[in-house]
């Protein structure tokens, strides 16, 4: 798993106070057609290079067949997970779309979860629950897919 980060700090002015803007990038690896993987620990160091105290970090998977969730790092959950959504969205189901790339389940799939989410940022980290972490859910792999991480905040 390769991990690129982009240092570009921007200030905006906001209420009289400076907001920091960092953008961090990273690359996930997944390992078959339909893979969960836990970026917690990615988007964490994002959020510890970028400074931020007191904010948000906006998260994007920047690919139309993989998205994000959120949820408990549990081998049988994660496999609950793909298979319902494989339920819902069957491959090979007779979409329109599968007639250009036969994998129209994997893009409807992420429409159901998201490519992006926001997490509120408190004492330099990314406000999780106790069981709670965030996942990059692969429905056309395996595939390096690359996530971007914008934190703002002071």
Not at 66 to 78: F, V
Not at 94 to 110: E, F, K, M, P, V
Request: charge should be neutral; charged fraction near 20%; proline fraction near 3%.
């Amino acid at each position: 798993m390769r991990h690129g980060f982009i240092f570009n700090p921007t200030f905006v002015a906001l209420a009289g106070n400076k907001v920091k803007v960092f953008s961090g990038i990273f690359e996930v690896s997944t390992g078959g057609e339909v893979d969960s993987v836990n970026i917690t620990n990615q988007i964490t160091e994002t959020v510890r290079r970028s400074n931020v105290e007191s904010g948000i970090a906006n998260v994007l998977c920047l690919h139309t067949t993989c998205g994000l969730y959120i949820n408990e790092d549990e081998s049988r959950l994660k496999q609950d997970v793909q298979k319902t959504l494989g339920r819902l969205v069957p491959k090979g189901g007779g979409y329109g779309h599968d007639s250009i790339d036969d994998n129209a389940h994997a893009h409807l799939r992420t429409i159901l979860l998201s490519s992006t989410l926001t997490l509120p940022v408190s004492g330099g980290r990314p406000v999780l629950g106790t069981w709670q972490k965030v996942f990059c859910a692969e429905f056309d792999g395996p595939r390096a897919r690359t996530i971007r991480v914008q934190v703002l905040g002071e």
